[in-house]
């Protein structure tokens, strides 16, 4: 090769053409994925994240939590997520819209998160999944014994009760995870944010449409509504 | 390829002597990235292993200092030593000085506050969280302005060029300075400044990502390669027409192939697909760069133990060969299903930009830095440790996490197993990779005490003169004559 004006073609004309071809073409098709309305129930799915929890998208995303924890699950005979009890269903495009910055992950050095916010059940109340989110992040050995995610004390207050009253939100942190006596903890505005973003990670309304196309075509839905 | 006559010689001593500063302030900062990072990267290596250490304080916990040490390795080691050696090895192959070395002097400055605020940025809690474009938006313009000026600088030398032929090197350098600063600035626009919806990011970001690796770090690799290899062994490439064939494919392909890492991601599948099937076409272009290196180190054995340049290159390309199949592996669906979000999946990055590019790096420093100086490296016993620790390093970490990733794969995808099992059986080899780390950190310690005597005035009164008749790298044993013509 001598010509410097073709290379110079060549060499623009590939990464073009992979803009294009790429993320260009992705864009066209899902750029413009709305809500979707249920014809039944007459409800938006996905929900806007609240206020709070949009904050604490914010907490997530300056703790790096991204680098441990993935916010997918992949369909079901393709990897052990379905059976880990990290979803009930693999994660649609239409699931993320609601975000406005989409942390998919890319290492599971921790588990799953995307359906974090149903991880106790439907019988727990949100008090007690907000408990367990802040023991959890407090002190992460009181909740998953063995396990190498560090301790974020630094988003919760340890401060002397001074005789006073007990604040309602205090961790009921037992043995010894528990504060020295006379001392509690409290979580800070960024815990209490993260652990609204945390309780909002729930993929819990399967839509119709993305159901059908994710199926494989052998199996006969019918009759499933 | 070169002449080695007295004005080819005279030629190049004027070349490197216009090149010398700017590489050496290059080298200089990408070195002192090289151990920054690395010091970090053990940080957030012993906390898996150990997750009370620095644990009490949100600058130093697992989640900043990860990305943190990754973006000093990048941004800072990577980018530093590929604009070192770029700019040198463009001015030698177009026959023509590196001029207005104040400018670039400048902007290596830029460069260096832009990501040292970037990587402050990401421990003090800025971070965006996208993978290798974590560092805060306020860095963006700094880093883009100073690329600019370094970038602009290449090209333009390039095309002032007093050659006839254009060389394969040449290539593989003026095309990865045009896509750097268009993958970031497309990885910024998408992301940051106007970000797209749902999950486009995820497939904005895998597709920056791929891009830095494949179209930045190994067309600097790969031109290290196609330079030293003659130069030293004084033998042409083998094979030499095929390569025009591979570069375009190789390029064409990688620039595809970003989807390959969202195979299972809630993604259109024609994403993934496409991706896993430009890193199937991948093989052919690997193959014939196989072909050409190895070709033309067949029956050079012996100038393996001659030259530190020839040992990190060969280094460099027993990486590539194998970051480009375990690339192949993970875009096999069967295989990713079971390896993917494991430590396996980081091997692959880590030997792209640690096992091939960085070992490349460092090849083309010993080769270079006497020639700027005209210093010998003073201690041949710390450049043997670097060696030493680096084929150590490399071949440790990527037999180790290889298993260990095939391990940790296996068992996510056993439900059977609860995660506190998995991250127990891991402990033993996140504490491996903890040593693997250390051990390379020490090669670049002994880096750094060679670079200081050679490279800082003051220091280097004690350093013999290099002469190129005997070339100062080749200290071992065997020395070979070729190695001393520039």
Redesign the interface.
């Known amino acids: 090769?001598?010509?410097?004006l073709a290379?110079?073609l060549?060499?623009?004309a590939?990464?073009a053409?992979?803009?294009a071809?790429?993320?260009l073409t992705?864009?066209k098709?899902?750029?413009s994925?709305s809500q979707f309305k249920d014809p039944v129930e007459e409800t938006l799915n996905p929900l806007p994240l609240s206020g709070l929890a949009d904050q604490g998208r914010l907490v997530?995303?300056?703790?790096?939590?991204?680098?441990?924890h993935?916010q997918?699950v992949?369909?079901e005979g393709?990897?052990?997520d379905i059976?880990?009890k990290w979803g009930q269903r693999?994660?649609?495009?239409?699931?993320?819209?609601r975000?406005?910055?989409?942390?998919?992950?890319?290492?599971?050095?921790?588990?799953d998160l995307r359906n974090v916010g149903v991880r106790l059940g439907d019988t727990a109340s949100r008090d007690e999944y907000a408990e367990w989110f802040y023991s959890l992040l407090y002190a992460?050995q009181s909740k998953?014994?063995?396990?190498?995610?560090?301790?974020?004390?630094?988003l919760f207050d340890v401060h002397p009760t001074a005789g006073r009253q007990a604040s309602y939100d205090a961790l009921k942190l037992t043995s010894k995870f528990a504060p020295p006596a006379g001392y509690e903890v409290v979580p800070t505005a960024r815990a209490r944010a993260l652990v609204a973003y945390l309780q909002s990670l729930k993929d819990t309304y399967d839509y119709p449409t993305e159901r059908s196309l994710n199926t494989p075509a052998e199996i006969s839905k019918e009759g499933a509504h | 390829m070169n002449s080695t006559d007295k004005n080819s010689r005279a030629e190049q001593i004027e070349i490197d002597a216009s090149a010398k500063w700017p590489v050496l302030i290059f080298f200089g900062s990408a070195i002192m990235w090289l151990l920054l990072g690395g010091a970090l990267q053990l940080i957030a290596s012993i906390?898996?292993?150990t997750?009370?250490f620095l644990?009490?304080?949100?600058w130093t916990?697992?989640?900043?200092v990860?990305?943190a040490a990754q973006n000093a390795l990048i941004y800072g080691w990577g980018m530093n030593a590929a604009f070192a050696f770029g700019l040198w090895l463009m001015a030698r192959l177009s026959a023509t000085t590196l001029r207005h070395g104040g400018w670039l002097f400048v902007a290596a400055k830029f460069w260096n506050v832009g990501v040292a605020l970037g990587i402050a940025g990401?421990l003090g809690?800025?971070?965006?969280?996208?993978?290798l474009l974590?560092m805060p938006r306020y860095v963006t313009l700094i880093l883009l302005v100073a690329y600019a000026m370094i970038g602009v600088w290449g090209v333009t030398t390039?095309?002032i060029r007093n050659t006839?032929?254009?060389y394969a090197s040449q290539?593989y350098l003026?095309?990865a300075a045009?896509?750097f600063p268009?993958?970031y600035a497309?990885g910024q626009i998408?992301l940051l400044k106007a970000?797209?919806?749902?999950?486009?990011?995820?497939?904005?970001n895998a597709?920056f990502v791929h891009?830095l690796y494949g179209?930045w770090f190994v067309p600097i690799a790969l031109a290290s390669a196609y330079y030293f290899l003659p130069k030293i062994l004084g033998k042409p490439i083998a094979n030499y027409y095929l390569a025009?064939l591979a570069f375009?494919w190789l390029?064409?392909a990688t620039?595809?192939a970003?989807?390959s890492?969202l195979i299972?991601?809630?993604?259109?599948i024609w994403?993934s697909t496409?991706g896993g099937a430009a890193n199937f076409l991948l093989v052919v272009p690997v193959v014939v760069i196989a072909l050409n290196f190895f070709g033309t180190l067949a029956g050079n054995i012996a100038a393996i133990g001659s030259s530190i340049t020839i040992r990190f290159t060969l280094i460099s390309m027993i990486g590539f060969v194998l970051a480009s199949v375990l690339n192949f592996a993970l875009s096999i669906?069967g295989f990713a299903?079971?390896v993917?979000?494991?430590l396996l999946?980081?091997l692959r990055d880590w030997l792209i930009f640690y096992g091939c590019f960085s070992t490349a790096m460092f090849g083309a420093a010993y080769f270079i830095l006497p020639r700027l100086t005209g210093l010998q490296w003073r201690s041949s016993a710390l450049v043997t440790a670097h060696v030493g620790t680096a084929v150590l390093g490399v071949l440790l970490l990527t037999v180790g996490l290889a298993y260990a990733g095939w391990t940790q794969g296996k068992m996510?995808?056993?439900?059977a197993i609860p995660?506190?099992?998995i991250?127990?059986a891991?402990?033993f080899w996140?504490t491996f990779r903890s040593v693997g780390l250390g051990l390379l950190l020490i090669g670049h310690v002994a880096f750094l005490i060679n670079f200081i005597w050679i490279a800082c005035p003051i220091n280097s009164r004690g350093t013999p003169s290099a002469q190129f008749s005997n070339p100062p790298d080749l200290k071992l044993s065997n020395e070979s004559v070729t190695e001393g013509h520039a």
């Open positions: 090769m001598k010509n410097g290379l110079f060549g060499v623009f590939t990464l053409l992979s803009w071809g790429l993320l992705a864009h098709q899902l750029g994925l997530y995303q300056d703790l790096g939590c991204v680098s441990c993935t997918q992949r369909h393709f990897g052990a059976e880990r693999a994660s649609y495009a239409r699931d993320y819209i975000e406005k910055t989409v942390l998919i992950g890319h290492s599971r050095l921790g588990p992460p998953a014994a063995g396990t190498n995610m560090p301790s974020y004390a630094f | 906390q898996l292993h997750p009370d644990s009490a304080c949100a916990t697992y989640g900043r990860a990305p990401i809690g800025y971070s965006t969280s996208f993978e974590e390039f095309s006839e032929n254009v290539w003026f095309g045009f896509w268009w993958l497309i998408m970000p797209v919806r749902g999950v486009l990011q995820p497939v904005v597709w891009g179209l025009p375009w390029v064409g620039a595809f970003g989807g890492r299972g991601a809630p993604v259109p994403i496409l669906r299903q079971i993917q979000f494991t999946t980081d996510l995808n056993d439900a995660f506190g099992d991250t127990k891991m402990t996140f």
